[in-house]
DNA sequence: TCATACATACATGCACGAATGTATGTAAAT
DNA sequence: ATTTACATACATTCGTGCATGTATGTATGA
């Protein structure tokens, strides 16, 4: 093939990571090929090479295709609209997981992410970076539980870090099984109800 | 080495699981090869493939060896003790992170098990029996929630299956997340009481 | 009880494919 | 003219599966 244009560069980077999306969920990230992908991709290992230094850095790239406008989000998120904190990190969780539930991209990269790659070799090092993005929504998540109960929203007897734990444990665990086998359960209708569920039990009476 | 006999040879296959289990945990499932477990079990390749047909057997043999005694206790549980039936599904869960918590090999084989390798091809087969296994626990979940909702102990606006569904998430939530990074909290600790807040939240009041 | 025949529990070596990384070719865009 | 955006070709590594070797445990019959 030509030389392509810029744009058209652009094109078959996002050809290549589409590709990658479908061809991990199918056969898992280390058992499928450059080759493999660059197939699906209408390219050749050449192409995938000129784009990406290797499947680590393809795969970190596939990642953060999906992420990064998420973080972005929830940096420049307002939590500040109701008096109550936990009406926010209640709302965040919500949208995650109607986005999960109806967004197919987001199903494909998250059930990569959970159940089709190894977390080992330079695959940790992408693992780090998430565990690190994890940590600030576990330190945002905490903050809005201590505030929440410095306001006599929550109950006096619960430690706000414990109380961000398990809701980010909830959710994950919520996302991690549904992605495992979407047939156990409805995600979008259960999902906010057990938010629900375990925000009610954390309550000031 | 000269053939061993029956016992000796038991212990070789043991021997083989626990240098699996070691191998999986630091390289991930698909990058170590059968040598490398080979040469820590003190062995070669010769004596993994008479214990087993190949890797994704080995596998499957590490994973049963240490939740078939999981799966035993599960079957003959008498959840009769109490009248609320939800009081058996907290110990059951309790014990289980509990024992996530203290037991090193729980560790090595659920963190293996959750993000150390792909479940794909041959391995989702050895998946879907686990899935099987979870669909199961699901329901005994799901039915313990209804009597509990029919005998009033149970808030009456909440679907039982639900309750379930979330119970279970958090359970897994929880294991997961710590297996990916134990230094986030202490689930010993923190497990149960996330516990006891979810299912505050679904009592009758 | 003891010799024999067979099964067992591995070790060793080889052939094969598969995947990666890199070096190089090439034609068009800039 | 030079860089870009790939395609092509090649070398090398690595793991698997299998075939085969081998020495000993174990059961069996006389």
Redesign the interface.
Known sequence: MARRTRDEALETRHAILDAAELAFQ??????TSLAEIAKRAGVTRGAIYWHFENKAALFDAMIQRVFDPLERMLQDLRTHEDDNPVVALRSIAAYYLERVATDPQYVRVLEIAW???????EMAVI?DNH?EC??RY?DLNETGFRLAQQRGYLRTD??P???A??F???????V??WT??GS??PLG??GP??L????????AR
Chains 1, 2 share one sequence.
Request: charged fraction near 30%.
């Open positions: 199918e056969n898992g990230v280390s058992r159940h089709k790659c190894e977390y080992v070799g693992r565990l994890g940590n576990l619960v430690d870090r414990q109380a734990v398990g980010i444990a909830l959710v994950d665990g919520l991690v099984n495992l086998d156990q359960f209708d259960y109800r057990c629900d569920a375990y925000l009610e039990g954390l309550k």
